[in-house]
């Protein structure tokens, strides 16, 4: 039951590049639509979230855009480094339980 | 501030053993979860527990079972492990009040069953 649908599955990007990663979702429902970082060997932790009220929010080098209409989201690293390289998960919720996207392993080169 | 401390860390069981995985929050989190993470499949609900001795399914529950012993731990047990429950296990809490707040991981519990 993959109610959210994200990709690529890995995505190699140049330093000061940008990173792009997709999720569409089919529950119109979800109002929460958070994305997950996670460093190998450790568990995810928040990094960005947005409600559905707004087409775009930003934090530091971090966007997520919002499409309420095709019901997508992305996630748009600027200015990429390598130490954004984990593994990114979108999610999405409409209750205390989340629907997580199966990630994506960003790796940054120098 | 520990958040949510996971143990064992690491585990190699039979086929057919049994454990329990732990699992403590010190922040007064109503809310806590266990999900499975397999490559290519993301973060699988388990099992989650609303407030204290309350417990409900979530997408991936067969083989596996819980205790919400109080509002600090949550633990998940498997009663006859299997090679298909290789994976690794994370705990995580949230505030029930506002599920806009993010959910707070554990480090994971790999297991390996042979």
């Known amino acids: 039951q993959q109610q959210v649908k994200q990709s690529p599955q890995s995505l190699i990007v140049q330093k000061g590049g940008i990173s792009i990663i997709n999720c569409a979702y089919e529950n119109t429902a979800f109002d929460y639509f958070p994305w997950y970082q996670q460093f190998p060997g450790k568990g995810p932790a928040l990094l960005i979230a947005i409600r559905p009220d707004v087409s775009e929010k930003k934090e530091g080098r971090f966007t997520i855009s919002f499409n309420k209409s095709a019901k997508q989201f992305s996630l748009h690293i600027m200015d990429s480094q390598p130490g954004d390289s984990a593994t990114y998960f979108c999610?999405?919720?409409?209750?205390?339980?989340?629907?997580f996207g199966t990630g994506t392993r960003l790796q940054v080169f120098p | 501030n520990a958040g949510v401390t996971q143990t064992p860390k690491f585990q190699v069981l039979k086929t057919g053993q049994s454990m329990t995985l732990q699992c403590a929050q010190d922040?007064?989190?109503?809310?806590m979860y266990w999900y499975r993470q397999d490559p290519g499949m993301g973060l699988r609900l388990i099992y989650y527990?609303?407030?204290?001795?309350?417990?409900d399914k979530g997408e991936v529950p067969n083989g596996y079972n819980v205790s919400r012993l109080n509002k600090r731990e949550f633990s998940l047990r498997l009663e006859s492990a299997a090679p298909s429950q290789t994976s690794v296990y994370f705990c995580a809490s949230s505030d029930i009040w506002d599920y806009n707040q993010p959910q707070h991981f554990g480090d994971g519990t790999r297991l390996s069953i042979l």
């Open positions: 527990s609303a407030s204290e001795g309350t417990t």
């Open positions: 922040m007064n989190h109503n809310s």
């Open positions: 999610a999405a919720s409409n209750t205390d339980k989340l629907i």
